[in-house]
């Protein structure tokens, strides 16, 4: 299957909000995770990231992070590039204590704080995403 | 096949056909992206409502149809977003003609917008010395009108905005009063809020005037350093830790209070960029000017140019709020056949004026509660201050030692009415030119 960031950005961030509704923090917590992954590698092609012309994924090795890396990989790319200007993400990253291998973990570890935390910077990944479609920067 | 100019009329088009039924959809927005494509973008709320979604369809299609490459195929012409403050943050915004509830939002590439007006800055007035061409003797008059207000005993400041094509410092400075740094170096340091370590180094005073002071604040420093990789950095907006952002133009009024507090000048004179720019955008309509005088000469060029402003203005719905700034300078006027050119210049600046900035008087009614001028009105900001064409002032170069030796009636007898009006901004009174 070709990759698709933009819309897997939107399913995860939708499936997210569905499950942080139903208090189901741990997948919730995982699924917010995956959505600012997914949202920042649309932004950084915006940016300028190279991509494989057939699968759709980065090129570069460093660019195949998931949420507890690619805040840094994001910044990169949005501080060389003249549209980045408007895009700057908090100062402080949010996906430091996520994991994708805490989809191993039990339930019982994840916290509505937790989730609510992962949340917020899904969602400031969210805005920046509907903002880059407004302007024209993301199609 | 639709172009640019088309988008407005044709989405214009669209909608009223449906007129009757725009309401159902609440508030719209016509959101035209940095590529000059449209899309609609209506409440969240409607998303899933099916009474309006036979409509919301209906425009859809019609509007992607009529703007072809200016628009998206209709199943990607509608967004739906729950806060329309945050669709409007940090973009121009303007209501559709004829329709209340249609705003059009038209992000552009460029920080500044010509729309954007600051309210008329209450403590030190400022005077914005703007041009369609360059070559019309802008910046002279600008350091005459510097050393004219100093001689009468007031501190003047003068900044040289003219940032691609600094020239004005040097007419008011000798080469060794120079200041080591400039505007540029302020704008390209306060990015790394590191203004302080140039800010004490970017004004000289100086030495011409007798009475008063002439504080002048250059585009650079002595040595201009690496000029071209500042200026392409003196756009960028300012993003603080909380994500604040603040546009350049912005950062430049804040320098503009910063040095007012300092230096107490009594007025400040911004020589701006010429033509249709982003500087000169700044300059015009986001540092509060009190006066903006528009150097004109008679020609093809310079009204389209104003006209071309004025009608975005008009368009933009800020009419009213730039119009009592603005005075026209007829620069340049020529030794030979002067009345004649004077009497062109005159009725081809009314007539700029009168299709986008003067109010119609609707008839019956009487003309002292509208803003509108007869073409022959001395005091109508229409009707050209002039200055005359002189040899000796035509090379900014020489105007240093031009002004040593200056002759005052000589000065009056070139740029008298012009000094006149400058003084009158500024309220200083001018009886003794």
Known sequence: ?????????????????????????ANADHLFGLAAECGLKRLMIAFGMSVDPVTGTPQIRNDKVHANRVWAR?????????????????????????????????????????????????????????????????? | MTTFDQILPSIHEV?????????????????????????????E???????????????????????????????RMVLFESSFEMVKQGALNFQLEGFDDVTVIDRMATETDWSN?????????????????????????????????AQAGKRVMVLDLDLESPGISSSLLPDEKRPVYGITDWLVEDLVDNGAAVFNDMVASSDLSRDGEIYVVPAHGRDPGEYIAKLGRVWMPKINEQGLRQPWSSRLNRLLFDLEKSWKPDVILVDSRAGIDEVAS????????????????????????????????????????????LQLVGAMI????????????????????????????????????????????????????????????????????????????????????????????????????
């Open chain 1, 1 to 25: 299957m070709a990759t698709d960031f933009l819309d897997a950005h939107r399913r995860h961030w939708n499936d997210a909000e569905l499950l942080f509704r139903e208090t189901r923090w």
């Open chain 1, 74 to 139: 994001y910044e990169s790319y949005r501080s060389g590039h003249n549209a980045g200007v408007n895009y700057t993400l908090p100062a402080v990253e949010p996906f430091q204590d996520w994991d994708i291998s805490q989809r191993y973990a039990h339930s019982d570890d994840f916290t509505k704080v937790i989730a609510e935390s992962h949340r917020n910077g899904a969602k400031s990944v969210h805005s920046l995403i509907n903002k880059a479609i407004l302007e024209g920067i993301i199609l």
């Open chain 2, 15 to 43: 909608l009223i056909v449906q007129k009757e039924h725009l309401h159902k959809l609440g508030p719209i927005i016509i959101n035209r992206d940095l590529n000059g494509r449209v899309r609609l973008v209506l409440e």
């Open chain 2, 45 to 75: 709320k409607l998303r899933d409502q099916s009474e309006t979604a036979k409509l919301t369809a209906a425009i859809a299609r019609a509007m992607s149809d009529a703007l072809g490459p200016h628009g998206f195929p209709v199943d």
């Open chain 2, 117 to 149: 007006i600051t309210p008329i800055a209450t403590e030190t007035p400022r005077i914005v010395f703007f041009s369609i061409k360059g070559g019309v003797g802008r910046s002279t008059a600008s350091s005459v009108a510097a050393w004219s207000l």
């Open chain 2, 282 to 325: 700044a300059c015009i309509t986001d540092l509060g000017a009190k006066g903006v005088l528009l150097f004109s000469i008679d020609g093809e060029q310079t009204w389209s140019g104003y006209s071309i402003l004025f009608r975005h203005w008009h368009r933009t719905g800020v009419v009213h709020e730039i119009r009592e700034r």
């Open chain 2, 334 to 433: 020529p030794e030979v056949g002067a009345t004649e050119y004077f009497g062109e210049l005159c009725e081809r600046s009314w007539t700029t004026f009168a299709e986008e900035l003067y109010d119609e008087i609707p008839a019956g009614e009487l003309s002292d509660a509208y803003f509108n001028f007869d073409q022959n009105d001395e005091t109508a900001p229409h009707f050209p201050w002039t200055i005359r064409w002189n040899r000796g002032f035509s090379a900014l170069q020489s105007i240093h030692s031009r002004f040593q030796h200056l002759d005052e009636d000589e000065l009056t007898a070139i740029f008298g009415p012009f000094l006149r009006g400058v003084h009158d901004i500024v309220g200083f009174g001018a009886e003794h030119l």
